[in-house]
């Protein structure tokens, strides 16, 4: 199962279980599929829009028990049957999938944080929910690793998105600590810049610190995908940090160096 191209879904999938792995697939399909509609190829807005809305209407029959027109929904209907998944969540991704459409700019840390809530939290709670675990509390700390995840995306994407004439710094931040989209266009790593991205990536590691403990309640192998998941994306942002903050030159990219140090870090974190 080819999950990297999906960042937001656990990427240590040789973990799940075997009864799980096609439950997995089906769910990344459909974000995945969904995602690309809203994002990739030639399609104008209005084709975009209306492939989503086919996807929508999938869903509404799956949830009055009709059959599903497209075999990627057939398949799904049978994985939210089998597991009792709630149908928001796959809702909400959809939303999210319709903002990216249109929405180009977020003003605040609110607004970005609205978007990852549909973005990106949806995916953690189908998780917990595979999984038998969806307590409020797992579904809290779910959300922070999950929105964690979206934001460091963001952070180390900043050049391949502005192709896209797309920023996801909140612009509050970047008036507060005076960069402009111009800084952006033309890749400029000034003391500014640095301060902006250093507040983003702290602010980024305390909301995934918030969430790990999440995966010492967890039982078995998804405790250890958790572990493996929290560890990556806290040194993707050392990265960004070892770089001086340059993603724009320096996109940081794990290499093997750093999945020993996240190899041990797991296992270190796991016999305190």
């Known amino acids: 199962m080819a999950v990297e191209h999906y960042e937001n879904f656990p990427v240590a999938s040789i973990l799940l279980p075997p009864h799980l792995r ?15 509609i809203a994002d990739e190829g ?18 509404d029959r799956i949830e009055r028990n009709e059959k599903p027109e497209r075999e990627l929904f057939v398949l799904l209907a049978g994985v ?9 969540p796959f809702r909400n991704l959809l939303s999210a999938f319709r ?12 607004d ?11 995916v953690g709670l189908l998780m917990l929910h595979l ?16 929105t964690s995840l979206q934001l460091i995306n963001f952070w180390q994407d900043v050049a391949l998105d502005w192709e896209k004439d797309r920023i996801y710094l909140p612009l ?56 493996l998941v ?6 993707v942002l050392e990265r960004i940090e070892s770089s001086g903050f340059d993603v724009f030159r320096k996109r940081p990219i794990l290499r093997g160096g750093d999945w020993l140090s996240i190899i041990w870090r797991t296992l270190k974190r796991r016999a305190r």
């Open 22 to 36: 096609q439950p997995v697939e089906a769910i990344y399909n459909f974000a995945r599929s969904a995602d690309d």
């Open 42 to 59: 030639d399609l104008t807005s209005h084709e975009r829009l209306a492939a989503l809305a086919f996807y929508a209407d999938e869903i």
């Open 80 to 88: 939210i049957r089998d597991f009792r998944l709630p149908l928001e």
């Open 99 to 110: 903002q990216d459409i249109s929405v180009k700019r977020y003003d605040s840390y609110a």
């Open 112 to 122: 970005l944080l609205d978007y990852c809530r549909r973005s990106a939290n949806p």
């Open 131 to 146: 999984y038998e675990a969806a307590t409020e509390e797992n579904s809290h700390m779910s959300d922070a690793i999950c």
């Open 172 to 227: 509050e931040d970047m008036r507060l600590f005076s960069v402009t989209q111009e800084d952006i266009a033309l890749g400029k790593t000034s003391e500014n810049w640095r301060s902006l991205m250093a507040f983003e990536v702290e602010r980024t590691r305390k909301l995934m610190r918030s969430g790990a403990p999440l995966a010492e309640k967890l039982p078995g192998r998804i405790g250890w995908e958790l572990r």
């Open 230 to 235: 929290v560890q990556g994306g806290l040194r």
